[in-house]
């Protein structure tokens, strides 16, 4: 019996290892299998969406061996198929290496980080090959939309209702509301509108959706417009996303030949058809209002939020608008039913949420946990902690309009409750991981000229606010700050969030805020003593040696890129302030901890 005959050989070409030449990994091993002799019966191959651990990437699935490779290059190839397709040998150098444990992991599902995640959203992304729509069928695709054909609209909205389904794309409304509000408006067009213009910086949450499981999507939107009697819809793509473009075209193609878009869907007597519509390039149509003023071809601004887009959505018609997540937790909500879905998650909470999680963890990648998994838990569970074992200082979360979560929140639960009541937000579930070589005032400083860049410009205390805090955070970064600086920046941050037009302006100030209200001292330290602890705004860096740790081992110098350090071998060292670039390079090498980070250099 050969063993061949039920091999699968799994390889991800999302976009991150793409990256990394993985579609050349695929092309090898296609080659190198209809090229060998030895094996008659060929696995079958396969190029899948994203597995997640992106930056161990290119990542090589064996089934049903349930062997997993990780950055695996076109050199690889040979030796795999020698020592695993032909000898049922594992190659043991490209087994996982988990960091939590220290062993060599066999299969990805038994790594830490992957054993605290439940996977609905994610279900099927690095399992079938995303331009396949039998693929997506074999695991039980579009039979949620066949149950759904045969309910009644009433019935279909009402389950969405009692899952407790909240949006996913950073508000967290109750979709169901959405939904049941929208079917009441009779006797007029409808529309289902989906957001995929994901452009917070670090997410990647819905790309890897639309690039991984396009169908999934699909079927979610298809199951709306039959619950509220909408016949057309729109997917608005970020610009910037050709994979994910490329590969939501095709699965359109594939849905409409096998008749579940279109006139008579399923001969349901329904009709329903989508299309794409690319984003304008702004980040300010991610916001609901702005996104269908771009669909209709305008400006991307946003307007009055007392007119609801339900009522008067696109075209100034009913609108159902959801994010990409949100519409991939359809199906199986149909398919399992409401109890199932609010199983998972905390009170008010329910379901899972797929978090982006980098920055300064061993971990990056795609994560999907239950609501109300803790941050310490996705940290360092999952994550394995921060790279170096450094101390860690702090989480962004929910986007550039999100706020900074100090250590003491550690054990906070992720939901759209907890993290609004510390002054941060879920947004589309961005996590960006800080240690204690990230300077707090400098991160404020960062988004507000991310935002700044960004603002639409219609409301002036948007268009003006966010760039007075950004110039007065970016005195204090370069040693003009002032104490009075403080409450002026608090005062502004608070009139901007109140007056604002849109959801940009008025969370806009939520990194000002959380780091003036968690990270105060580090404020003080800039303007009073002129000195950033971390290192991070030169005008305010400089570096010492401290001769009674220095024990003259000369890595520092032979580390310095301009040559700064001087110094014999077991003798102190000293640094040439006026050649120093302020790189931070012999800090970071130094093994005893001997470099030490000063203030401005004050004229006498």
């Known amino acids: 019996m050969d063993r061949n ?21 695929y092309l090898k091993f296609k080659e190198r299998l209809s090229e060998d002799a030895e094996i008659e019966v060929k696995p079958i191959m396969k190029s899948t969406g994203c597995n997640g651990l992106c930056e161990k990437g290119p990542v090589v699935k064996i089934l049903p061996d349930e062997i997993s490779y990780f950055k695996v290059t076109v050199d690889d190839v040979g030796e795999i198929v020698e020592k695993t397709i032909k000898n049922f040998e594992t190659v043991d150098r490209l087994l996982y290496y988990d960091t939590n444990s220290g062993k060599r992991i066999k299969s990805h599902k038994e790594a830490s980080f992957y054993k605290g995640q439940l996977k609905i959203a994610l279900r099927n992304i690095g399992e079938i090959n995303p331009l396949s729509i039998e693929d997506y069928m074999e695991r039980g695709g579009y039979k949620a939309l066949k149950k759904a054909l045969d309910m ?25 509301v959405k939904w049941r509000t929208c079917s009441e408006y009779k006797d007029q067009p409808k529309y289902v509108v989906c957001n995929g213009d994901e452009g917070d910086p670090g997410a990647f949450m819905d790309r890897s959706i639309m690039e991984g499981d396009p169908n999934t999507v699909i079927e979610g939107m298809i199951i709306c417009g039959y619950a509220i009697g909408a016949h057309r819809g729109f997917l ?22 096998k008749g579940f878009l279109g006139k008579n869907i399923l001969n349901s007597g329904f009709d329903f058809d989508l299309e794409i519509v690319r984003g304008g390039g702004a980040f300010v149509c991610g916001e609901s209002s702005a996104l269908m003023a771009s669909i209709e071809g305008n400006v991307g601004e946003p307007r009055a939020k007392y007119i609801r887009s339900v009522e008067r959505g696109l075209w100034d018609k009913p609108t159902v608008l959801n994010n990409v997540e949100t519409w991939a937790n359809i199906p199986p909500i149909i398919i399992n039913g409401w109890k199932w879905f609010k199983s998972i998650g905390t009170e008010g909470n329910y379901g899972t949420k797929v978090f982006s999680l980098v920055g300064k963890v061993k971990n990056t990648g795609l994560v999907e946990v239950p609501m109300g998994t803790t941050l310490r838990q996705l940290v360092y569970d999952i994550g394995g902690g921060i790279i170096n074992n450094r101390p860690f200082k702090a989480v962004q979360t929910g986007g550039p309009s999100g706020g900074c979560i100090p250590k003491e929140h550690l054990d906070i639960p992720l939901d759209f409750d907890s993290l609004k009541a510390i002054g941060s937000m879920m947004g589309s579930g961005g996590v960006i991981v800080m240690d204690d070589t990230t300077c707090m005032v400098d991160v404020a400083r960062y988004y507000m000229n991310f935002l700044a860049e960004e603002s639409c410009g219609k409301c002036t205390t948007c268009r003006e606010g966010i760039r007075t805090m950004l110039h007065i ?26 007056a604002s037009l849109c ?31 971390s290192g991070v705004c030169k005008n305010l860096t400089s570096y010492y040696i401290d001769e009674n740790k220095c024990i003259g081992c000369t890595i520092c110098s032979k580390n310095c890129p301009v040559g700064a350090i001087s110094g014999r ?8 302030e006026d050649r120093c670039i302020k790189c931070g390079t012999c800090a970071i090498k130094c093994p005893r901890g001997a470099v030490r980070i000063g203030g401005m250099k004050v004229e006498a």
Not at 236 to 257: F, M, P, Q, S
Not at 484 to 494: F, N, P, R, S, V
């Open 5 to 25: 005959k039920d091999r699968r050989i799994l390889v991800c070409c999302g976009t991150g290892c793409l990256a990394n030449n993985s579609y050349n990994v």
């Open 503 to 533: 959801g940009l302006g008025k969370s806009a100030p939520n990194p000002v805020l959380t780091t003036l209200e968690y990270f105060k001292d580090e404020y003080i330290e800039h303007i009073a003593d002129k000195r950033c602890a």
């Open 236 to 257: 608005y793509i970020r610009d910037e996303y050709e994979l994910a473009l490329k590969n939501v075209r095709a699965a359109i193609d594939n849905a409409r030949e």
């Open 152 to 176: 009644k609209p009433e019935d279909i909205i009402r389950e969405v209702e009692l899952s407790g389904l909240r949006g996913r794309g950073g508000a967290g409304f109750p979709t169901g």
């Open 473 to 498: 955070l970016t005195n204090i970064t370069e040693g003009k700050g002032e104490m009075e600086d403080i409450e002026l920046l608090k005062e502004i941050a608070e009139t901007v969030m109140e």
């Open 569 to 576: 071998l077991k003798e102190v060292h000293v640094i040439d």
